[in-house]
């Protein structure tokens, strides 16, 4: 019985969550000025993507390597050899 209110207790809490993050979604306005704003914005958006395509990619930086390290039975095969 403690199992299944364990699992009724997180469905709920899940399903509360899900519920809670929707409510700040999508919502409509009809200011000028807002409209205008969201408007420039998607342009300024869509402007600096379009420079990201087109701009060359930068070249990649090498890290310097580690030096490796070797397991301690190969030293002692290569000096016995």
């Known amino acids: 019985m403690k199992k299944v209110s364990l699992a009724i207790l997180i469905s709920l809490g899940a ?7 929707q409510e700040g979604g999508v ?3 009809t200011d000028p000025a807002k409209a205008a ?3 420039q914005r998607a342009q300024d958006l869509q402007n600096r993507q379009q420079t990201m ?7 990649m930086r090498h ?3 580690s030096p490796h390290h070797h ?3 190969a030293k ?3 000096s016995s050899s």
């Open 15 to 21: 399903v509360t969550g899900a519920a809670y993050a």
């Open 27 to 29: 919502t409509m306005s």
């Open 37 to 39: 704003d969201v408007e």
């Open 53 to 59: 395509e087109t701009a060359p990619a930068a070249p």
């Open 63 to 65: 890290h310097k390597a």
């Open 71 to 73: 397991k301690k039975g």
């Open 76 to 78: 002692a095969d290569a």
